[in-house]
């Protein structure tokens, strides 16, 4: 597939910001852990050249394009060992063995995608170009304040930020800043399936409009355990409860469970 061959244009509601360089896109994926051995989705392939990067890479490459004009760009170019599929991911059946994701992702869709990225159970890997401060949202500490996204991610993922783009790197130039975020599934997740939607309840309850952690979690734990807590976890009870990290805000989960 030769990347930047076609010109079919942009459909600005799709929020489309194309990869300018093959040699970025090369660079992205020379520095993931996309292999020979692996089945890797990509989300909005867009002009290819991700495509042409991950095809030489990988054993196999689905490329998901929900613009039909652009889908029907890249198949003549297409190597033997990518498919494209014109589809909307949100409605894509994602495969059913272990495959990873690689995306440049349209900044609008971001939240959506990720939702659904972490949902699929055959999923190992991402890697997604996404805006800096949705990125962060993702991530939480030590990048930014922990969020109900970040905390509701991180005992079942690992989330990192591993790459800053420059708004050049794109085009149209976009008017926010990008990065790259991987995401990577805990070989054994810090919270059992069985916990996750009392995890979740309690994620969403503590990050409220409570000022402190003091006042946050007072319905839940004595004041003495709470200043026990403070003192093992290290953090101030007059804390807001956006700056505790998702380690602290776990090891209060793990108490409680224990003790109630």
């Known amino acids: ?20 360089s093959g040699a970025l896109a090369a660079s992205l994926v020379a520095h993931s852990s996309v292999s020979r051995e692996d089945l890797v989705v990509e989300i909005g392939p867009g002009r290819g050249l991700l495509t042409h990067a991950l095809a030489r890479r ?49 900044f609008a869709r971001t939240a959506d995608i990720i939702r659904r990225v972490t949902t699929t159970p055959t999923l190992t890997e991402a890697y997604l170009v996404v805006q800096r401060e949705a990125a962060e949202r993702f991530a939480g500490c ?13 005992p079942w993922w690992h989330v990192e930020i591993v790459r800053r783009l420059r708004r050049t790197d794109f085009a149209p130039v976009p008017h926010v800043d990008a990065v790259l975020l991987w995401l990577l ?26 000022p402190s952690v003091r006042l946050a979690v007072r319905r839940l734990l004595t004041y003495n355990q709470v200043r026990r807590l403070a003192r093992d976890l290290r953090f101030s009870l007059d804390a807001r409860p956006s700056e505790l990290s998702f380690e602290q805000w776990l090891g209060v989960y793990r108490f409680l469970a224990i003790h109630r």
């Open 185 to 210: 599934r805990r070989d054994k997740p810090l919270i059992q399936k069985a916990e996750g939607d009392k995890y979740l309840r309690f994620v969403e309850s503590q990050l409220g409009t409570a």
């Open 142 to 154: 030590p990048y930014a304040s922990e969020t109900t996204r970040s905390l509701s991610l991180k």
């Open 58 to 106: 990988a054993g196999r490459v689905i490329a998901v394009e929900i613009d039909a004009g652009l889908a029907d760009s890249l198949r003549p170019a297409a190597r033997p060992n990518v498919d494209v599929v014109t589809c909307d991911f949100l409605r894509f059946s994602a495969p059913n063995r272990p495959h990873k994701v690689f995306a440049n992702l349209p």
């Open 1 to 20: 597939m030769s990347g930047q061959r076609t010109r079919t244009p942009r459909r600005p509601e799709l929020s489309q910001h194309f990869l300018r």
